[in-house]
């Protein structure tokens, strides 16, 4: 067998791409987790709130679908998300039944300086890669996480 580098990691984990993935995730994670800590959000707060403020206002259980996050999490995070000002929620006037989660505008306001703070943490993590290899990047992991979890 080759000898390994010994910069970097044994070849038999480095030529394995879920374990290169999980790598380079918590060299990424730990950027964006800092860069939100700053703003007072954490990731999951951050990914309901700009799905709301994309997707427009969604019922929980649609929310919790969209972004795969599980549904006794998504209740905490939505709890903290409503007592802090930054979504309420609203009777659904399609189904009375429901609730849509709405952003106000405390939350769009904290959400426009939680993802200036994302883009400037991914700016750093890709800082070596030129644009085209960054939208490589993208385009192949939307395709590896176009299925969703195993």
Do not use: C, W
Not at 33 to 45: E, F, H, S
Not at 90 to 95: K, L, S, T
Not at 114 to 131: F, N, P
């Amino acid at each position: 067998m080759a000898a390994d580098h010994q910069d970097g990691y044994p070849r038999a984990l480095s030529a394995r791409v879920g374990f290169m993935l999980a790598q380079a995730h918590m060299a990424a994670r730990g950027r964006a987790d800092r860069a939100l800590d700053d703003v007072g959000l954490t990731m999951k707060g951050f990914a309901a709130l700009a799905t709301l403020i994309s997707d427009g206002p969604n019922s929980q259980r649609r929310l919790s679908r969209r972004i795969r996050m599980d549904p006794a999490t998504m209740v905490d995070v939505i709890d903290s998300l409503e007592e802090s000002g930054y979504i309420v929620r609203r009777r659904n006037p399609a189904d009375r039944r429901e609730y849509a989660l709405q952003p106000t505008a405390k939350g769009r306001a904290l959400f426009a300086r939680a993802d200036k703070a994302i883009v400037d943490a991914e700016r750093q993590t890709a800082g070596r890669l030129s644009a085209a290899e960054t939208r490589t990047l993208m385009d192949l992991l939307e395709r590896i996480a176009a299925d969703g979890p195993a």
